[in-house]
């Protein structure tokens, strides 16, 4: 039989494509990963589908790469690293199960996006903390599992959260219920029983949704999730602290970080921030030299309890930190105000993208450390970025706050034009040489996209072999998006 | 079978002669009583757990990773344990090699911007606590207690405590673990294992945490933890805290932004509504059911002679017969404790206000024999420091805890009648039976929390037995068996008083492997421990850890 016969067996012959323009757009990316064709594209439409394609790659050898977002995408991650690949469309799968309100959680499948969810929750009271503006199309599963860092550090108890229990495919074809979920039998029994799952961990002694965390498809598919949700804030306002140098704010921030305060909480230079409020290429050049060089943005919300004696004690309380360490906490400054900031920040990304409104292409270069390191990294990327002859003034840096401040992710953002061949290859050299640099500096390149897994690998052969042997666990014939990471 | 002199001699070439020793007499000391607090499999009256072969003192990770060497050649088990916390950290088997890491008591970091600490095995949480509170920061500290190891509970065990609310699991506090593995190579977790520093424990790629613990460790099961980097948190309090008064009567008075309150409710649904709030307002540093671990009906009186060093339990019968304890009694029967600590005058004044809102809005009170000064300055240090442990065993000696009710709020006080009060009703009759202390039935303790946050309440349902009365022991075993069996029937989830009856049998040693596998199969996820065996064949490939590490051993089916 036919691969494409087999295939639609189990999903339809409609889930089945084999669309040559369909395949071309699966086969690259925005990013500098070499593009692949695949072979074919598949749209499960339940969680049986998926096992049952993942039991038959498994019997055929066939290499299997999961996708649930939809485009535009950039860090090659859903590029096949070997031919012959089937895509396996996510997409499809977009039921919201259940949207619990006492407890705060919903569940859902991996096609639910952003921009579905979050009015859904908005209807029962609640909403997700997000990313960084993500596109329209960004799937929330999608992005948790790969520990992308969303905006409001004080309740991030764990660097996984809000993501809580998963429903697993693992490579090997077996089914496995993580977090408090993995405890019950049957999900319709323990709502019945007034349970939820909140709880991240187990089940047993081992936190198995942690394995699929920043994989890139290579353990497994998650079929459904939990998310812990936020009570809508209302009212909820934003402020803008400036300064001239990150370093100015660091006190400022370590000490909101401290005391818990405060809800969105990012540090963001002018050219980021441009990006995210400007209109067109113009508009973000004047708006960049219009913007402070660099600013903490700090939004206050109300929940529930008192809200509003909330927001302003904590609105004073903020300010006067902020005047210990020679800042004002402002509602406006030159080139934004709060008001179109926060909702910037509460919506996903308007068309096109917002890391592609100032250039057609953009290189992003993320990872992991502590906030007080972060101007050593911002200095070796301006080095970098003027020996290439790459303009310093473009440069868009995020720093984002995790785990309630134990670390951040580091994130700096280099627009260019991709149909210009010599910007490309000179971006795809500044790329190389300030990835090298950083991480002997002591980057900790947790997400190891495209080149930064090798470099990262490197330096932690005892890691790189245990995972090896876990992916042998899990995937056992390596079906699960083969030549990723140290796979 | 004794341990061979040529590995016997190998291993005091790592550590050296003054920290191995085989004398009988010193390895008795390192067994433990099953009749006493043996959490949670019996008791068993008057059982011991196996004697050891060996016990090493290593002072290094590299000492660790040379004893686990040598154990692989010689195919001899190992058992770490740092603050000995239970049956958990003794030996299944004989002649097993016993670990005491006493010596590995170093805070090896305190970061206070980046708030984490570097810990070794026996640095404890009254210790970190200490030392952080110098530096305005605060620690976890877990269910056991301040005494008990920080590393053993953020890797190796499970991490939950009263602060569990505001301080997070210890699962989510974890930065980074240095591990020596079962086969003896050294595994650094997260950014440690980059040479980069010890702020992030997962990546690079799918985080190797997964393999560290689940909502519990291993339980010294599968290699040794060396190091660790846990997260710390805001201490908006003195330096040292200013302790007074004669034990167990200790108390501080702290600044006016540290208040404990102890809340009641009128009924069950307005306990967990008002739990939900908390949650919802995310106000509260500490949040614990705390007291009622003496009992709904002894509660009252127990407080009264804990805090007040003249008297002691002799006092009890008289202090039931008291109006003013027996209204405090009442006021308490639904409650729980809760500690605030404002960051800021501001902070301090709100969260007070929401949680007067909270009671308003629920029904509930502030009980106000609990805010005169002495029992408010006794609660609230009681609350921050985790410091009286040794309460657990005050009526005979022995405690072990049943049911759990783990699971949001909602799920152990609904039902009709609640869950609560029909676990309850069955354990007031079996204390009639007069082998385990009666104390009203309901001593439910545990966490208003769960996990950071908020979101599960977990409870045990605490019983106080003699473990030198052989009818007392015995009986325990007996009712905890009738628990298992209704909790089982009620579907009231996976019951406490048998969590580790998969691991140790009543004879203390491995328990059979018929029995392991049933108990381990009609798990609701039998698949997860059928992965666990092949983590163990993987990375323990000469299977020198112990039953503590759940592996279900049939065939894959």
Same mark, same amino acid.
């Given at each position: 039989?036919?691969?494409?016969?087999?295939?639609?067996?189990?999903?339809?012959?409609?889930?089945?494509?084999?669309?040559?323009?369909?395949?071309?757009?699966?086969?690259?990316?925005?990013?500098?990963?070499?593009?692949?064709?695949?072979?074919?594209?598949?749209?499960?439409?339940?969680?049986?589908?998926?096992?049952?394609?993942?039991?038959?790659?498994?019997?055929? =050898?066939?290499?299997?790469?999961? #996708? %649930?977002?939809?485009?535009?995408?950039?860090?090659?991650? &859903?590029?096949? /690293? @070997?031919?012959?690949?089937?895509?396996?469309?996510?997409?499809?799968?977009?039921?919201?199960?259940?949207?619990?309100?006492?407890?705060?959680?919903?569940?859902?499948?991996?096609?639910?996006?952003?921009?579905?969810?979050?009015?859904?929750?908005?209807?029962?009271?609640?909403?997700?903390?997000?990313?960084?503006?993500?596109?329209?199309?960004?799937?929330?599963?999608?992005?948790?599992?790969?520990?992308?860092?969303?905006?409001?550090?004080?309740?991030?108890?764990?660097?996984?959260?809000?993501?809580?229990?998963?429903?697993?495919?693992?490579?090997?074809?077996?089914?496995?219920?993580?977090?408090?979920?993995?405890?019950?039998?049957?999900?319709?029994?323990?709502?019945?029983?007034?349970?939820?799952?909140?709880?991240?961990?187990?089940?047993?002694? =081992?936190?198995?949704?942690?394995? #699929? %965390?920043?994989?890139?498809?290579?353990?497994?598919?998650? &079929?459904?999730? /939990? @998310?812990?949700?936020?009570?809508?804030?209302?009212?909820?306002?934003?402020?803008?602290?400036?300064?001239?140098?990150?370093?100015?704010?660091?006190?400022?921030?370590?000490?909101?970080?401290?005391?818990?305060?405060?809800?969105?909480?990012?540090?963001?230079?002018?050219?980021?921030?441009?990006?995210?409020?400007?209109?067109?290429?113009?508009?973000?050049?004047?708006?960049?030299?219009?913007?402070?060089?660099?600013?903490?943005?700090?939004?206050?919300?109300?929940?529930?309890?008192?809200?509003?004696?909330?927001?302003?004690?904590?609105?004073?309380?903020?300010?006067?930190?902020?005047?210990?360490?020679?800042?004002?906490?402002?509602?406006?400054?030159?080139?934004?105000?709060?008001?179109?900031?926060?909702?910037?920040?509460?919506?996903?990304?308007?068309?096109?993208?917002?890391?592609?409104?100032?250039?057609?292409?953009?290189?992003?270069?993320?990872?992991?450390?502590?906030?007080?390191?972060?101007?050593?990294?911002?200095?070796?990327?301006?080095?970098?970025?003027?020996?290439?002859?790459?303009?310093?003034?473009?440069?868009?840096?995020?720093?984002?706050?995790?785990?309630?401040?134990?670390?951040?992710?580091?994130?700096?953002?280099?627009?260019?034009?991709?149909?210009?061949?010599?910007?490309?290859?000179?971006?795809?050299?500044?790329?190389?040489?300030?990835?090298?640099?950083?991480?002997?500096?002591?980057?900790?390149?947790?997400?190891?996209?495209?080149?930064?897994?090798?470099?990262?690998?490197?330096?932690?052969?005892?890691?790189?072999?245990?995972?090896?042997?876990?992916?042998?666990?899990?995937?056992?014939?390596?079906?699960?998006?083969?030549?990723?990471?140290?796979? | 079978?004794?341990?061979?002199?040529?590995?016997?001699?190998?291993?005091?070439?790592?550590?050296?002669?003054?920290?191995?020793?085989?004398?009988?007499?010193?390895?008795?000391?390192?067994?433990?009583?099953?009749?006493?607090?043996?959490?949670?499999?019996?008791?068993?009256?008057?059982?011991?757990?196996?004697?050891?072969?060996?016990?090493?003192?290593?002072?290094?990770?590299?000492?660790?990773?040379?004893?686990?060497?040598?154990?692989?050649?010689?195919?001899?088990?190992?058992?770490?344990?740092?603050?000995?916390?239970?049956?958990?950290?003794?030996?299944?088997?004989?002649?097993?090699?016993?670990?005491?890491?006493?010596?590995?008591?170093?805070?090896?970091?305190?970061?206070?911007?980046?708030?984490?600490?570097?810990?070794?095995?026996?640095?404890?949480?009254?210790?970190?606590?200490?030392?952080?509170?110098?530096?305005?920061?605060?620690?976890?500290?877990?269910?056991?207690?301040?005494?008990?190891?920080?590393?053993?509970?953020?890797?190796?065990?499970?991490?939950?405590?009263?602060?569990?609310?505001?301080?997070?699991?210890?699962?989510?506090?974890?930065?980074?673990?240095?591990?020596?593995?079962?086969?003896?190579?050294?595994?650094?977790?997260?950014?440690?294992?980059?040479?980069?520093?010890?702020?992030?424990?997962?990546?690079?790629?799918?985080?190797?945490?997964?393999?560290?613990?689940?909502?519990?460790?291993?339980?010294?099961?599968?290699?040794?933890?060396?190091?660790?980097?846990?997260?710390?948190?805001?201490?908006?309090?003195?330096?040292?805290?200013?302790?007074?008064?004669?034990?167990?009567?200790?108390?501080?008075?702290?600044?006016?932004?540290?208040?404990?309150?102890?809340?009641?409710?009128?009924?069950?649904?307005?306990?967990?509504?008002?739990?939900?709030?908390?949650?919802?307002?995310?106000?509260?540093?500490?949040?614990?059911?705390?007291?009622?671990?003496?009992?709904?009906?002894?509660?009252?009186?127990?407080?009264?002679?804990?805090?007040?060093?003249?008297?002691?339990?002799?006092?009890?019968?008289?202090?039931?017969?008291?109006?003013?304890?027996?209204?405090?009694?009442?006021?308490?029967?639904?409650?729980?404790?809760?500690?605030?600590?404002?960051?800021?005058?501001?902070?301090?004044?709100?969260?007070?206000?929401?949680?007067?809102?909270?009671?308003?809005?629920?029904?509930?009170?502030?009980?106000?024999?609990?805010?005169?000064?002495?029992?408010?300055?006794?609660?609230?240090?009681?609350?921050?420091?985790?410091?009286?442990?040794?309460?657990?065993?005050?009526?005979?000696?022995?405690?072990?805890?049943?049911?759990?009710?783990?699971?949001?709020?909602?799920?152990?006080?609904?039902?009709?009648?609640?869950?609560?009060?029909?676990?309850?009703?069955?354990?007031?009759?079996?204390?009639?039976?007069?082998?385990?202390?009666?104390?009203?039935?309901?001593?439910?303790?545990?966490?208003?929390?769960?996990?950071?946050?908020?979101?599960?309440?977990?409870?045990?349902?605490?019983?106080?037995?003699?473990?030198?009365?052989?009818?007392?022991?015995?009986?325990?075993?007996?009712?905890?068996?009738?628990?298992?069996?209704?909790?089982?029937?009620?579907?009231?989830?996976?019951?406490?008083?048998?969590?580790?009856?998969?691991?140790?049998?009543?004879?203390?040693?491995?328990?059979?492997?018929?029995?392991?596998?049933?108990?381990?199969?009609?798990?609701?996820?039998?698949?997860?421990?059928?992965?666990?065996?092949?983590?163990?064949?993987?990375?323990?490939?000469?299977?020198?850890?112990?039953?503590?590490?759940?592996?279900?051993?049939?065939?894959?089916?």
């Amino acid at each position: 039989m036919a691969l494409k016969d087999e295939l639609a067996g189990i999903v339809g012959s409609e889930c089945v494509s084999d669309d040559p323009e369909a395949l071309d757009a699966y086969s690259k990316d925005l990013s500098f990963v070499k593009p692949v064709k695949p072979r074919l594209i598949i749209k499960p439409g339940s969680a049986d589908e998926v096992q049952a394609i993942v039991r038959w790659a498994n019997q055929t =050898a066939t290499p299997l790469v999961p #996708v %649930s977002s939809g485009p535009p995408r950039f860090r090659g991650d &859903t590029v096949p /690293s @070997v031919p012959g690949a089937v895509i396996v469309d996510m997409s499809g799968m977009k039921k919201i199960m259940r949207i619990d309100r006492r407890n705060r959680v919903a569940m859902i499948e991996p096609g639910v996006t952003y921009t579905e969810l979050q009015p859904e929750l908005a209807k029962e009271g609640l909403r997700l903390t997000t990313p960084l503006l993500p596109r329209a199309g960004k799937s929330v599963v999608a992005s948790l599992l790969e520990r992308e860092p969303t905006l409001i550090p004080r309740q991030l108890w764990a660097s996984l959260d809000p993501l809580r229990c998963n429903e697993i495919i693992w490579g090997d074809g077996n089914k496995l219920v993580t977090g408090d979920a993995g405890n019950w039998t049957s999900m319709e029994d323990a709502w019945e029983r007034k349970q939820a799952p909140a709880g991240a961990t187990g089940p047993g002694q =081992a936190d198995f949704y942690r394995f #699929v %965390s920043a994989a890139q498809g290579s353990m497994g598919i998650v &079929t459904w999730a /939990s @998310v812990k949700c936020e009570i809508l804030p209302a009212p909820h306002k934003l402020f803008i602290v400036p300064a001239r140098k990150p370093d100015d704010l660091f006190d400022f921030t370590y000490r909101l970080l401290k005391f818990r305060f405060a809800d969105e909480l990012l540090l963001i230079n002018n050219s980021s921030l441009a990006y995210i409020l400007g209109d067109g290429p113009g508009g973000i050049k004047a708006l960049m030299k219009e913007l402070p060089p660099w600013v903490v943005l700090v939004g206050i919300a109300g929940r529930s309890i008192l809200p509003e004696e909330r927001v302003a004690y904590q609105e004073k309380d903020i300010a006067d930190i902020a005047g210990k360490s020679g800042l004002k906490l402002e509602s406006a400054v030159p080139g934004a105000r709060g008001d179109d900031v926060l909702k910037a920040l509460l919506s996903t990304s308007r068309e096109p993208y917002w890391k592609l409104g100032y250039k057609a292409g953009y290189q992003d270069i993320l990872f992991i450390t502590t906030l007080n390191r972060t101007p050593e990294y911002i200095k070796t990327v301006k080095s970098v970025a003027e020996a290439s002859g790459y303009p310093t003034s473009d440069i868009g840096v995020y720093v984002q706050p995790l785990h309630q401040g134990a670390n951040v992710h580091c994130e700096f953002i280099l627009p260019f034009d991709r149909d210009d061949s010599k910007e490309a290859t000179g971006m795809q050299q500044l790329l190389t040489k300030a990835s090298e640099k950083l991480i002997e500096q002591g980057a900790f390149f947790s997400r190891p996209y495209g080149i930064w897994a090798d470099m990262a690998y490197k330096r932690d052969a005892q890691t790189t072999t245990v995972l090896k042997k876990l992916k042998g666990i899990f995937d056992p014939n390596n079906v699960m998006n083969p030549g990723k990471l140290c796979f | 079978m004794a341990l061979a002199k040529e590995a016997y001699r190998e291993l005091e070439e790592v550590v050296g002669k003054e920290y191995i020793s085989d004398d009988p007499a010193l390895l008795d000391c390192y067994r433990y009583p099953l009749s006493h607090t043996a959490i949670h499999i019996g008791p068993y009256y008057r059982v011991y757990t196996p004697r050891g072969a060996a016990v090493l003192l290593p002072g290094s990770a590299e000492e660790v990773q040379g004893i686990v060497k040598v154990c692989n050649k010689y195919k001899v088990k190992f058992k770490p344990s740092s603050t000995f916390w239970s049956a958990w950290g003794f030996p299944l088997e004989d002649d097993t090699i016993q670990l005491d890491m006493r010596r590995m008591d170093k805070i090896l970091e305190i970061d206070d911007k980046n708030n984490y600490a570097v810990v070794e095995p026996h640095v404890i949480g009254a210790t970190l606590q200490a030392e952080a509170m110098k530096v305005g920061l605060n620690t976890h500290i877990h269910g056991p207690g301040a005494s008990c190891s920080c590393l053993a509970s953020a890797t190796a065990l499970g991490g939950l405590g009263p602060d569990t609310l505001y301080m997070g699991h210890h699962n989510e506090n974890l930065l980074g673990v240095e591990w020596v593995m079962p086969d003896g190579e050294i595994l650094k977790i997260g950014s440690v294992g980059s040479g980069l520093g010890w702020f992030c424990c997962d990546g690079p790629g799918p985080s190797l945490k997964g393999l560290v613990r689940g909502m519990v460790g291993t339980n010294g099961a599968m290699g040794v933890f060396t190091k660790c980097a846990i997260k710390l948190y805001p201490w908006p309090g003195p330096a040292t805290l200013p302790v007074e008064g004669k034990p167990p009567a200790y108390k501080a008075v702290l600044p006016d932004n540290l208040r404990a309150y102890t809340l009641g409710f009128p009924s069950w649904k307005a306990w967990a509504d008002s739990c939900y709030m908390i949650f919802d307002s995310g106000i509260g540093y500490v949040a614990h059911r705390q007291f009622n671990m003496f009992g709904r009906d002894l509660k009252g009186a127990m407080v009264r002679i804990l805090s007040d060093p003249t008297r002691t339990l002799s006092d009890i019968e008289e202090l039931l017969k008291d109006p003013e304890v027996q209204k405090m009694t009442e006021d308490m029967k639904r409650d729980y404790q809760i500690v605030l600590a404002g960051m800021t005058p501001g902070d301090i004044e709100w969260q007070d206000k929401a949680l007067d809102k909270i009671l308003e809005e629920t029904g509930g009170w502030k009980v106000k024999a609990m805010l005169e000064p002495d029992l408010f300055n006794w609660s609230l240090l009681y609350m921050i420091r985790l410091g009286h442990k040794n309460l657990n065993l005050v009526f005979g000696g022995g405690y072990d805890g049943c049911f759990g009710l783990g699971g949001t709020p909602d799920f152990g006080t609904s039902g009709e009648p609640a869950r609560v009060e029909q676990v309850t009703a069955f354990k007031v009759e079996w204390e009639k039976k007069g082998n385990v202390v009666a104390c009203g039935g309901d001593g439910m303790m545990g966490g208003i929390g769960g996990m950071g946050g908020g979101g599960h309440s977990l409870w045990e349902n605490f019983t106080h037995f003699d473990p030198a009365d052989k009818a007392s022991t015995e009986g325990t075993f007996e009712f905890f068996n009738a628990t298992a069996k209704y909790g089982a029937e009620k579907g009231l989830g996976p019951g406490m008083e048998k969590m580790n009856d998969y691991a140790r049998w009543t004879d203390g040693y491995t328990t059979p492997k018929e029995i392991r596998d049933r108990i381990l199969g009609s798990a609701a996820q039998p698949e997860a421990f059928r992965y666990q065996r092949k983590f163990k064949e993987t990375f323990n490939p000469n299977d020198l850890g112990d039953g503590y590490y759940r592996t279900l051993d049939d065939p894959d089916e």
